[in-house]
Every structure is written in structure tokens, then in C-alpha cells.
């Protein structure tokens, strides 16, 4: 296998990188999902998401707002309503989430196949 120039391989690394700050961490992927498939209020997307913590959300909200893949909106009602939507380009995450979603089932597959045929036999 040929070895890539410095620059070359830290240009190719570059999108990844960029990628990877903006959905780093358990949780953003998670919320995106939640509010794509329907959960705009805080408390849905927080009932949703099992083990996040309502400062987290928050914090990962107003992040995924800022990356303009979220909408927040509040409507001025009694009480106040804010509601959170997916922007158009959070569509752009679809093939993402599906190949992360097929790689993450084939890969319990293979840990779950690997558990069971390491398993000591009994005599």
C-alpha cells in the first residue's frame, strides 16, 4: 500500500474531523433521531432519550441549533411553548444514520456471535 503525503492524508482527514466536532459525543445523533421522528417539546426529547440529563440536553440543543440542524421556536402562549424541528439539511444526516445504524447491528451481531462461541463448556 503506497503511504500518502502528510498534507494529502490531513486533507483527506479534514471533513472527518469537521464532521466528528459537530456530532461528537453519545448524545446528538440521539436527539436528532428523536426530534426527526416527531418529539418537539424538551420534555419528549428528554423522555426519549434514556440517561440524558436535562443540562446535557440543554447544552446539546442550543449546539445542534448553532449547526443550524435544529430549529427552535417559541410560541407565546400561556405557557410559553417552545418547540424544536429538524432544519432541511439535518436530511443531509439520513445516509449517515442509516450506515451507522447497519454497521451497529452487524457489529452486536458479531460481538453477541463471538460471546456465545467463546463460552466455556461445562463437564
Given at each position: 500500500?503506497?503511504?500518502?503525503?502528510?498534507?494529502?492524508?490531513?486533507?483527506?482527514?479534514?471533513?472527518?474531523?469537521?464532521?466528528?466536532?459537530?456530532?461528537?459525543?453519545?448524545?446528538?445523533?440521539?436527539?436528532?433521531?428523536?426530534?426527526?421522528?416527531?418529539?418537539?417539546?424538551?420534555?419528549e426529547?428528554?423522555?426519549?432519550?434514556?440517561?440524558?440529563?436535562?443540562?446535557?440536553?440543554?447544552?446539546?440543543?442550543?449546539?445542534?441549533?448553532?449547526?443550524?440542524?435544529?430549529?427552535?421556536?417559541?410560541?407565546?402562549?400561556?405557557?410559553?411553548?417552545?418547540?424544536?424541528?429538524?432544519?432541511?439539511?439535518?436530511?443531509?444526516?439520513?445516509?449517515v444514520?442509516?450506515?451507522?445504524?447497519?454497521?451497529?447491528?452487524?457489529?452486536?451481531?458479531?460481538?453477541?456471535?463471538?460471546?456465545?462461541?467463546?463460552?466455556?463448556?461445562?463437564?
Amino acid at each position: 500500500m503506497k503511504q500518502r503525503p502528510h498534507s494529502e492524508c490531513q486533507s483527506a482527514l479534514l471533513p472527518i474531523r469537521d464532521a466528528l466536532e459537530v456530532l461528537s459525543g453519545k448524545w446528538k445523533l440521539q436527539i436528532i433521531i428523536s426530534i426527526t421522528t416527531g418529539n418537539q417539546r424538551f420534555r419528549e426529547i428528554e423522555r426519549s432519550i434514556p440517561g440524558i440529563t436535562s443540562k446535557v440536553l440543554a447544552k446539546e440543543l442550543k449546539d445542534l441549533e448553532e449547526h443550524q440542524l435544529i430549529k427552535r421556536t417559541v410560541h407565546d402562549t400561556i405557557p410559553v411553548a417552545v418547540l424544536y424541528t429538524p432544519e432541511p439539511y439535518a436530511c443531509s444526516l439520513d445516509n449517515v444514520i442509516k450506515a451507522l445504524h447497519e454497521w451497529g447491528t452487524g457489529h452486536r451481531k458479531k460481538i453477541i456471535q463471538r460471546e456465545t462461541t467463546e463460552l466455556p463448556t461445562r463437564e
